[in-house]
């Protein structure tokens, strides 16, 4: 939907107004030196970097960051946008909703954000551990350690075959899909999976890859 509001490209020409980017699924994601001095506003998409280092997510540098709640925490909806010279510019709750969420975040969910930050590290490193002994590589979105992703991915030959992977694994309620543009397949990675879940989804994807690559 950005579309809608303006003119995207992955190429810096004279007409570039601002830069964005995009931490996807929680791999941070370095902004190229040559950006660096542009006189420009840099908007940082951190949806899913809730608790992981400031510095890794580009927050001193960042004009405006944006954080999603629902992707972090056991809520419906949900964000934040961090400004550093703006106020707010629109109020979404009501009081007695703002106080509620305000309540959830200081008391529940925040203080849980650490050990939920490990449990997605070591899933992630039993996903690699088990995808490697099927033969299979994780695809590296980023080199920084300071990482919990909400998804494993899965580097693949051909877009096509995890287009074709996907509703076999979706039929199943895994809820995956292909990285488009990307090389991999990426696979939920969430806090509360657990060792018999992550190898069910393994075994489940490398059952679907083999039937697409190659049929009986």
Not at 10 to 22: C, Q, W
Not at 43 to 59: K, M, N, Q, T
Not at 207 to 215: E, L, T, Y
Request: hydrophobic share 45%.
């Amino acid at each position: 939907e950005i579309e809608l509001v303006c003119r995207w490209s992955r190429t810096r020409s004279p007409r570039t107004a601002a830069l964005f980017v995009i931490h996807e699924f929680g791999y941070p994601a370095p902004l190229a030196a040559e950006l660096e001095a542009l006189p420009v506003p840099l908007i940082v998409d951190a949806a899913y970097g809730l608790g992981i280092p400031s510095e890794a997510l580009l927050c001193q540098r960042a004009d405006f960051l944006i954080y999603s709640l629902s992707k972090s925490f056991p809520c419906p909806a949900g964000g934040v946008l961090v400004s550093k010279q703006h106020r707010a510019m629109a109020q979404v709750l009501d009081e007695s909703d703002e106080l509620a969420l305000r309540f959830l975040l200081k008391e529940r969910f925040l203080p849980k954000t650490p050990a939920w930050l490990e449990k997605r590290r070591e899933h992630y490193q039993l996903y690699k551990s088990a995808f490697e002994r099927q033969g299979y590589g994780a695809l590296q979105l980023c080199s920084s350690a300071d990482f919990a992703p909400h998804a494993f991915l899965v580097a693949i030959e051909d877009e096509r075959i995890g287009a074709a992977i996907r509703p076999l694994l979706n039929e199943q309620g895994i809820e995956s899909s292909c990285y488009f543009g990307g090389g991999g397949y990426f696979l939920p990675c969430h806090q509360s999976l657990d060792l018999a879940v992550i190898s069910h989804v393994v075994e489940a994807f490398v059952s679907a890859h083999r039937s697409v690559v190659d049929p009986v």
